[in-house]
């Protein structure tokens, strides 16, 4: 299997599931620098040119949140994944697409209207709202995790990884101070050998 990476982007999480299962994986590290990314041979396995795809055998995959619910289904056997079916796999997938199309779209519209965006198109109005959202939404998942280790009790999964890396980048920008219960599971994440490993270079 090969996974196209780049450091401290959405690849990240897919290295991170890649390690916590334990399994061999080739790192293609593309250059941002040259954009690389943007070349034709790339744009043929990612139409975006965006991070992270994956090529397993004859299979191209991207979106962090599929390649991450492929593999974690593909090794079943490291219990990863709640069976299908069962109320757990209801809770992970929720989780999971909370992560993904709620939380993080919170989060990314704080970043833009503060960092990302050139400023004069910046507007200060829009990163209070996303403020606001953000908000509501990390008391959401701060509750989910009252009282719990992982999303799902003391069964690690790969919805963890998915909306915990999430979770974890939101405490690397500031935006958890007010969420103790938050910042120690993004604490708790960060430090899991395999979510070391993916960040070691
Ligand atoms: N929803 C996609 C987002 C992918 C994405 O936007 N990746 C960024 C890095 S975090 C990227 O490659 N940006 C460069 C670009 O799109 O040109 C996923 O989760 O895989």
Known sequence: MKLYYVPKTRAGRVRWLLEELAVPYELARLDIGTREHKQPEYLAIHPHGAVPALVDGETTLFES?????????????????????????????????????????????????????????????????????????????????????????????????????????????GLLVDRPGLSAYAKRLSDRPASKRARAD
Do not use: H, N
């Open 65 to 173: 949140a599929a390649i991450c619910l492929y593999l974690a289904d593909k090794y079943a056997e490291k219990g990863l994944a709640p069976a299908p079916g069962t109320p757990d796999r209801g809770r992970y997938y929720q989780w999971i697409v909370y992560g993904v199309v709620t939380f993080e779209p919170a989060m990314t519209k704080i970043v833009a209207e503060t960092k990302e965006l050139p400023e004069a198109e910046r507007a200060a109005a829009m990163a209070d709202r996303g403020r606001t959202t953000f908000a509501e939404y990390s008391g959401v998942v701060e509750r989910a995790i009252d009282g719990r280790t992982w999303l799902l009790g003391e069964q690690f999964s790969a919805a963890d990884v998915i909306l915990g890396a999430i979770v974890v980048w939101a405490r690397s920008l």
